[in-house]
């Protein structure tokens, strides 16, 4: 059974960066499809981004497109997520998964990940 934690959240101005992290233990990260989602109160979780393992190719939510990047760190087990110019609109507890061995439809469903951090806050003021 995988493990993650998530950290690296907390309160930014409208406009500003923050980089969240996930590590990882039980599972290489390199064997897993990962990705990040979000939940706002009263909202359902949103697909933030994802990574898919071996070929390495990124996905991302079209909210958070062209602001936010997600990337993995193998030798620390460990993925990330750089979030650049944020909105008021971002604020929510954001959480990391990892995939199950198969994707059904698109890899941005809640139902293709098994595995769940306990999730970070991310607060936006404006």
């Known amino acids: 059974q995988v493990q993650l934690v998530e950290s690296g959240g907390g309160l930014v101005q409208a406009g500003g960066s923050l980089s969240l992290s996930c590590a990882a233990s039980?599972?290489?990260?390199?064997?897993?499809?990962m990705a990040w989602f979000r939940q706002a109160p009263g909202k359902e979780r949103e697909f933030v981004a994802a990574?898919?393992?071996?070929?390495?190719?990124?996905y991302y939510g079209d909210s958070v497109k062209g602001r936010f990047v997600i990337s993995t760190d193998n030798a620390k087990n460990t993925v990330l997520l750089q979030m650049n110019s944020l909105k008021p609109e971002d604020t929510a507890v954001y959480y990391c998964?990892?995939?199950?061995?198969?994707?059904?439809?698109?890899?941005?469903?809640?139902?293709?990940?098994?595995?769940w951090g306990q999730g970070t806050q991310v607060t936006v003021s404006s």
């Open positions: 998964a990892t995939g199950r061995n198969t994707i059904t439809g698109d890899i941005a469903y809640t139902s293709n990940y098994d595995s």
């Open positions: 039980g599972r290489a990260l390199s064997t897993v499809n």
């Open positions: 990574i898919r393992r071996g070929v390495g190719l990124r």
